[in-house]
């Protein structure tokens, strides 16, 4: 179940889902083959098809345009899931799912490319950048965190900070396998994903696992 409660530039169901799925996958090649200072809202909407005012009627800037091309792609390479329907009594399940979700994003060419691009404008842009984040790692991370607080209320792990235990566990997976995929070395194979994955949530099992009853 996607989540569309995250990001504040959707502003409800649009009139006509077509139009609008032309609009963002017309800014996400954009942005990915042009960069961000040579995409426009005018070369967006030529390309979709649609006019000016429609996308501004959906998107007030090229910021929150950026931001919702982020997010249609993080629900494609991740498809996240409620809260909801994490299993608070199966730690170790769900933080191999979601493991396996984080790599599969920050292991994306266009995910890549997108990182890449903002880290070549330096400090401009900082809603630009903002808006990646917010969008794809730290919205892993809340879905994260807010499980943690779960697992914890039914005894299931003992997680005193949920937020920091996220992070811990999010940044097990931003080892030599990120340096390779920023610096277009050759990524690990999936064996060595399998590995790595199994090894964090072990890890992270025995920092936080309850604690037997006497």
Known sequence: ????????????????????????????RQ????????????????????SKMTIYSYFPSKEALFEAAVSQHTDQVIGFIGVADMDPHCPAAVLTALGRRFLEFMGDPN???????????GGQHQEIREAFFRQGPDRLARELTQY???????????????????????????GRRHYCAMLGLPLPSDQDDTVLLEANVTLFMRGYAAMSPR
């Open 31 to 50: 942005f990915l083959d042009r960069g961000l200072e040579r995409t426009s809202m005018e070369s967006v909407a030529r390309d979709a098809g649609v």
């Open 111 to 121: 995910v890549i490319d997108v990182q890449r691009i903002l880290f070549s404008q």
């Open 148 to 174: 943690l607080h779960s697992a914890s209320r039914v005894g299931s792990l003992q997680v005193g900070q949920p937020k920091a235990a996220a992070d811990q566990f999010l940044s097990l997976f931003l």
């Open 1 to 28: 179940m996607t989540d569309h409660t995250l990001s504040p530039v959707k502003r409800g169901r649009p009139r006509d889902p077509e139009r609008m799925r032309r609009v963002l996958h017309a800014a996400t």
